[in-house]
């Protein structure tokens, strides 16, 4: 015991409030987390639509260039 370092009382936790922190840290990161999916989520969504709008706009201009040189 000696080589253990001397405490306050006051900086001793329960159970119940270490718990208690856990499920508060958990919530916190549960939240930051879905956040940031979310964030990503939108990204993604606007990158999609940017492709999207490209490939018909290429396909748009490949078939009138086909059209123009048929006529």
Same mark, same amino acid.
């Given at each position: 015991m000696a080589a253990l370092p001397s405490y306050d009382i006051s900086e001793l936790v329960t159970k119940d %409030? @270490?718990? #208690? $922190? +856990? #499920? %508060? *840290?958990r919530a916190e990161l549960k939240s930051d987390l879905h956040e940031g999916l979310a964030s990503v989520n939108t990204r993604?969504?606007? *990158? @999609? *639509? /940017? +492709? +999207? &709008? /490209? @490939?018909?706009? &290429?396909? $748009?201009?490949?078939? $009138? @260039? &086909?059209l123009a040189l048929l006529t």
């Open positions: %409030e @270490f718990r #208690a $922190g +856990m #499920a %508060e *840290l993604i969504d606007r *990158l @999609f *639509l /940017a +492709m +999207m &709008s /490209a @490939f018909v706009v &290429s396909i $748009g201009t490949t078939v $009138g @260039f &086909s």
